[in-house]
């Protein structure tokens, strides 16, 4: 630390260079006051020294110039993302296609607009973060990579997906730190989702779920006066035989609900087991207002026209469940703020 004097010590008021900066010096009964730009700091009583004036003086880096060592991380990080940009182009532009185009993956589009929202809404505590460069986020690097490559060579599109947030992840580590990487752990993993699942993995959770709808529906129409015949996925009513078809096993409003109750918990919960029994309610309750989907669809059948349940109320009916399905999230979210106040005011 470099302190010079412009004029005398022994002056009331002597004017003092700090670093380089302008100072002033003044003593007051036993404490030594020097202050740098509009900051004093409180010096060690007793004789004025050099020594203590050394210890007394705080200054600050000046701001706005970034260090050499952030610098190279910003270039390496820029030069990395365009090249990712472009290895990834042509399968982040087939994967969007798929969000147009499937009806079951369609809420793709929304999912990393709420992680970059996150990333948005914790700036300032992701800015504070020093980057602290990590070896280890290489290895995650060259996993990604090998991902990429398995990927595109087995025509597996949901690997070459996957290796894109895998490798994102690497590159926090291998740049930033660990530090950064939980900072950003939630916003990155929730972009999992908007990887559709493999096709393979798809049929083996469809098949269930129209069976298991279809059980539903043939044990709650009977309450209302209809006799079922149920023979797999096909529900036979004395009006006509109804097929619960793999549009129809509720695996769309399934993957939906669930991104929503993350989304939902994320932003109007903190406390994690809560955010954690939304998302896992939201499966039941997809499940079950798809059954109830399927209940009404029974019924127009059989007490109206069977061609009415066709092209608008089929539509519509699917719309109207999903609605009723996040007012059931809604209300269970409610319910656990209703009893968690009743037992804090209990206690």
């Not at 296609?97 to 793709?108: A, E, K, L, T």
């Not at 699942?197 to 309450?223: D, E, G, H, Y």
Request: net charge positive; with cysteine.
């Amino acid at each position: 630390m470099n302190l010079n004097f412009d004029c005398a010590p022994n002056t009331e008021s002597p004017i003092i260079r700090v670093d380089g900066r302008l100072g002033s010096l003044r003593k007051l009964g036993p404490a030594i006051a020097i202050r740098v730009g509009l900051e004093y700091v409180w010096g060690i009583p007793g004789p004025l020294k050099m020594s203590d004036l050394a210890q007394a003086v705080s200054v600050s880096k000046p701001t706005g110039v970034s260090h050499p060592k952030t610098r190279t991380i910003h270039w390496y990080v820029l030069t990395t993302l365009v090249l990712i940009a472009w290895i990834y182009a042509p399968i982040i532009l087939r994967l969007v296609r798929q969000w147009w185009s499937d009806p079951n993956f369609s809420h793709g589009f929304f999912v990393p607009m709420f992680s970059g929202f996150v990333l948005w809404q914790n700036r300032e505590r992701i800015s504070a973060i020093r980057p602290q460069p990590s070896t280890w986020g290489l290895p995650v690097i060259l996993i990604s990579l090998a991902t990429l490559v398995v990927g595109i060579f087995g025509a597996e599109l949901f690997l070459s997906r996957f290796s894109l947030i895998l490798l994102a992840a690497g590159m926090v580590i291998f740049f930033l730190g660990w530090t950064m990487f939980r900072a950003v752990l939630f916003p990155l993993s929730f972009l999992v989702l908007m990887v559709p699942i493999p096709a393979i993995v798809f049929s083996q959770i469809t098949l269930p779920l129209q069976i298991l709808a279809s059980k539903l529906a043939a044990w709650t129409l009977p309450v209302f006066g209809v006799p079922v015949l149920r023979e797999g996925n096909i529900i036979n009513l004395p009006a006509m035989p109804l097929e619960v078809a793999q549009a129809c096993s509720g695996i769309r409003s399934l993957m939906s609900l669930a991104t929503l109750a993350i989304m939902y918990g994320y932003l109007m919960e903190q406390r994690t087991w809560v955010r954690v029994a939304l998302t896992v309610a939201s499966i039941p309750i997809a499940v079950a207002a798809n059954a109830l989907r399927i209940v009404g669809t029974g019924l127009i059948v059989q007490y109206w026209d069977p061609e009415k349940a066709e092209g608008f109320f089929h539509i519509f009916s699917g719309w109207l469940v999903f609605v009723v399905s996040l007012l059931m999230l809604f209300a269970l979210h409610r319910g656990f703020k209703f009893f968690h106040g009743n037992s804090e005011r209990a206690s």
